[in-house]
Each structure stands twice: as structure tokens, then as C-alpha cells.
Antibody
Framework: QVQLQESGPGLVKPSQTLSLTCAVS??????????WSWIRQPAGGGLEWIGR???????KYNPSLESRVTISADTSKNQFSLMLNSVTAADSAVYYC?????????WGQGSLVTVSS | EIVLTQSPGTLSLSPGERATLSCRAS???????LAWYQQKLGQAPRLLIY???IRVAGIPDRFSGSGSETDFSLTISRLEPEDFAVYYC??????????FGQGTKLEIK
């Protein structure tokens, strides 16, 4: 059974870079069977797909965030990471990592990130 | 960009009643790439149904999905207390490739 676990700072200052990591167990991020995505949810809000990585190198991002987002993978640690730069308060949200191709069948428990000085 | 509009925003029902949640797409969704998720407070979303009507293993058969092209629905035949949550539809395809509806909150009447 695949498990995903997000980790990273819960507080980021405006204009700085948000960095989160998703540790994966029970599946490999390096095989080409799945996409590995980041999704976020502001407090009381809906779900927004941020981007995905496939086969450790192929990435695709939401056009609304593409200029600020980088997703990468570390096969030695079986994890993938999110970097979002130039953050503002609007980037405050619960950030989820998830596995899926056409839909998301496994999710991490979420990591709350607050952007505030 | 496809927009998914869920209705109603909030649905108030009692246990034992039937719930029908709607998800309408601004463009036709191809290849049945439509999924439904349940999210309880403080938890991650959980995949219930994909391919419009395929239930994930372990999901009770009181949950069913239907629809085509632009109109889809999730039906819960007889509500159990644990079913009260927020439900999201999600489509795959286009740009960005994953779009979620804004959610329907199913609350106890």
C-alpha cells in the first residue's frame, strides 16, 4: 500500500521560497507507472492542482503557477519536492502530495503552510 | 480551460435519505475522465469513483456515479452518518490537466 508524507516549514515569509518534500513508501517515484503531483487547498477553499513529475524528469505545471513552480524528484530517497518562489499570503494553504494518472488514488495527509512576516 | 460547477453548494439531508450531487462541465469531458472525492474535516480527499461510474475498491455500493459529456452526478442512495462531508468532482484533460469543482458540502439536516 502506497503512503505519502509531506514535510517542510509551516511558516514562510512573503517573497521567499516555499519548499516541501513528499516521502513515498510502497511505490517508486522513478518508475513510469504514475504521475506524482502537488495539490493545494486554501483554508475553507477548494482544490488546486499545482503540478506533477513523471519518470523523475518530466514535469508539467498549472499555467497559473508555472512561472514560480519547480517540482523535482530524488530517486535515492524515493521522494519528490515542490518549490514555489516569490510567495504571498495568497499561497497560504494546505499542500498535499498525491499519486495518480487520470485521478488521484493516494494522498498525503497534507502540510499547512502559512505565508506571513 | 474547462470549468466544473458543482451544485448545490450545500445540501442538507437526514441519514437514510438519498443524496444527488451535480457536477456540470463547461465543455464536454472526453473518455469519461471524471472522478469524485470525499473530504472530511481535517483530512485529505479520498477517491470514491473514477471513470464516471467505477467505484474504488472498498467504497460502499450506496455510492454511484453517472453522467456523460457535460453533466455528471454522484448519488448516495441511503445516507449514513459518516457520509456527511464535502464532495469534489475532478476532470482530467486539457490545460491544466486536472481541474476540480468547487465542492458540495453535504450536511446533516
Amino acid at each position: 500500500q502506497v503512503q505519502l508524507q509531506e514535510s517542510g516549514p509551516g511558516l514562510v515569509k512573503p517573497s521567499q521560497t516555499l519548499s516541501l518534500t513528499c516521502a513515498v513508501s510502497g511505490a517508486s517515484v522513478s518508475t513510469g507507472n504514475y504521475y506524482w503531483s502537488w495539490i493545494r487547498q486554501p483554508a475553507g477553499g477548494g482544490l488546486e492542482w499545482i503540478g506533477r513529475i513523471y519518470n523523475t524528469e518530466s514535469t508539467k505545471y498549472n499555467p497559473s503557477l508555472e512561472s514560480r513552480v519547480t517540482i523535482s524528484a530524488d530517486t535515492s530517497k524515493n521522494q519528490f519536492s515542490l518549490m514555489l518562489n516569490s510567495v504571498t499570503a495568497a499561497d497560504s494553504a494546505v499542500y498535499y502530495c498525491a499519486r495518480g494518472l487520470l485521478k488521484f488514488d493516494s494522498w498525503g495527509q497534507g502540510s499547512l503552510v502559512t505565508v506571513s512576516s | 480551460e474547462i470549468v466544473l460547477t458543482q451544485s448545490p453548494g450545500t445540501l442538507s439531508l437526514s441519514p437514510g435519505e438519498r443524496a444527488t450531487l451535480s457536477c456540470r462541465a463547461s465543455q464536454s469531458i472526453t473518455n469519461n475522465y471524471l472522478a469524485w472525492y470525499q473530504q472530511k474535516l481535517g483530512q485529505a480527499p479520498r477517491l470514491l469513483i473514477y471513470g464516471v461510474s467505477i467505484r474504488v475498491a472498498g467504497i460502499p455500493d450506496r455510492f454511484s456515479g453517472s453522467g456523460s459529456e457535460t453533466d455528471f452526478s454522484l448519488t448516495i442512495s441511503r445516507l449514513e452518518p459518516e457520509d456527511f462531508a464535502v464532495y469534489y468532482c475532478q476532470q482530467y484533460g486539457g490545460s491544466p490537466p486536472y481541474i476540480f469543482g468547487q465542492g458540495t458540502k453535504l450536511e446533516i439536516k
